[in-house]
């Protein structure tokens, strides 16, 4: 596939390497050498300086026979006009677009973005992605990432176990006689930093992280059996009234049970502005870094807090000195990949990437065939991929393990109907079943010519 990235920086970067890693055609265009240079010298695509809409610069960059353009500039509009000029004078099939002007996507402007206006297939808003990001993972408290699949049926549950896991140093094919009924598959671990897809024999450990697939009916059994019985926030604390901030807050105070909500916001104008918006929430003006202010917002008595200001650094030490003051639990925003080996020994419980939920939202659009979803999880080294198994397919009636998937796919579970079925080497695949597997990186390409070429599943 041959691939236009419109912009070098953080979020392009990843889009770029994510694609060039398995094999696909990638050129970048930014307007910053310096950006484009980092490219050159970390990833194997084509890097060119010049004004992402510019025709031209396009033409030079293989627009004529390109099958998708990604614009993800810092400039919403030169992403919309980047889309415009590659469907009006190139013909890109899929144009996808990032915008964070909310004014833009207000329900009134709908048609904007209509085939006959401006044709942008796929508009991805990130702050309010990540605000959806940090909800799902507020609704499963003691999990560091949570992902739905199969319109909520299942759930992607990322997990780091202690010394109150039940089941460290057991093997993984006792789970089902220990716990009957559990309905969930252990899709991943990462240990000492590396990824890996277990085997039947394999023990989980303390330290690990894990990465579980479960029946969305049995979350609260399966985090049990993985030493996770956090009960959800009530009191819940927010830092920084940005776009993330005010959409995180907007949600929650809409719930029918909305927790007690305070936010912290250092403009005057802008926490004003929130405090309009806000029906049961406390808006607090001032600094977060403050004594004064963290008690004012009671950050003591909070069961979370949720620090999402614009500064990484305001962030981390909020973070900390709130739970210094007796707050059990952090939530952390962290633009700046540098920060995200520090998680662990800072002793912050979840630290967001908003790259990955971004880079997720857009690589789960390129995909070929009848995938329905897709999650992109540690910077691409894994994906979580639904699929739907269509009829005449040449693995329809065959067992999993007549696949040969060796160790680095998982299927994770099998949705057939209502039912979630735990999928073992003897499960039969069906027509019409929808399958979650994780595959890690370097198997993704496998993955996709086994069901593509030769079952045409995708």
């Known amino acids: 596939m041959k691939v236009i990235v419109c912009g070098a920086g953080q979020v392009g970067f990843n889009i770029a390497k994510h694609l060039s890693s398995q094999s696909n055609d990638v050129t970048v265009i930014d307007r910053a050498p310096e950006l484009i240079r980092k490219i050159s010298d970390s990833l194997d695509v084509q890097a060119m300086v ?3 809409s510019d025709p031209k610069m396009l033409e030079r960059a293989g627009a004529a026979d390109a ?15 980047a889309c415009q000029v590659a469907s009006s004078l190139f013909s890109i099939p899929t144009k996808v677009a990032r915008i964070r002007n909310q004014a833009y996507l ?3 402007y709908a048609d904007l973005f209509s085939r006959d ?13 990540v605000a959806e990001a940090i909800i799902r993972r507020l609704d499963v408290p003691g999990a560091f990432n949570m992902v739905p699949f199969a319109k909520g049926k299942v759930r992607l549950i990322g997990l780091t176990l202690d010394h109150r896991c039940p089941v460290v140093d057991t093997p993984l094919r006792q789970l089902t006689e220990l716990f009957p009924n559990l309905q969930t598959t252990v899709a991943a671990v990462v240990r000492d930093n590396k990824m890996f897809v277990p085997r039947s024999d394999d023990q989980l450990q303390i330290g690990d992280s894990v990465y579980i697939i479960v029946d969305t009916d049995k979350t609260a059994r399966s985090m049990a059996v993985f030493g996770h019985e956090e009960k959800p926030a009530h009191r819940i604390v927010i830092v920084g009234g940005g776009n993330v901030g005010l959409f995180l807050a907007e949600m929650l105070d809409k719930r029918p049970n909305p927790p007690n909500l305070r936010i912290i916001e250092h403009n005057p104008e802008r926490a004003a502005y929130i405090a309009e918006r806000m029906t049961n929430a ?9 004594k004064e202010i963290l008690q ?22 909020t973070a900390l000195l709130a739970k210094q003051q007796g707050c059990p639990h952090a939530i952390t925003l962290l633009n700046n990949p540098i920060y995200g080996g520090l998680v662990g020994t800072l002793n912050i419980d979840v630290a967001l990437d908003p790259r990955e939920t971004t880079v997720s939202s857009i690589v789960r659009h390129i995909r070929r065939g009848r995938i329905r979803d897709l999650y992109s999880v540690r910077d691409g080294e894994a994906e979580i991929i639904e699929a739907e198994i269509l009829e005449g397919s040449d693995i329809v009636g065959k067992t999993i393990g007549d696949l040969r998937l060796h160790g680095e796919i998982k299927f994770g ?4 109907g209502d039912e979630c079925i735990v999928p073992h080497a003897d499960t039969m695949i069906h ?12 198997a993704v390409k496998r993955m996709e010519q086994l069901f593509t070429a030769r079952a045409d599943v995708f």
């Open 431 to 442: 027509a019409g079943d929808r399958a979650i597997i994780l595959a890690l990186s370097e």
């Open 106 to 108: 207000k329900p009134d």
């Open 413 to 416: 579970m099998i949705v057939r």
């Open 50 to 52: 010049g004004h992402a």
């Open 117 to 129: 206006h401006m044709p942008i297939d796929v508009i991805i808003s990130p702050e309010r992605e």
């Open 296 to 317: 004012e917002a009671r950050v003591g008595q909070a069961d979370t807090i949720v620090t999402v200001a614009d500064d990484d650094e305001v962030n981390i030490l």
């Open 282 to 290: 406390i808006v607090i003006n001032g600094d977060a870094l403050a």
């Open 67 to 81: 099958d998708l353009l990604v614009a993800v500039t810092w400039s919403d509009e030169v992403n919309m006009v």
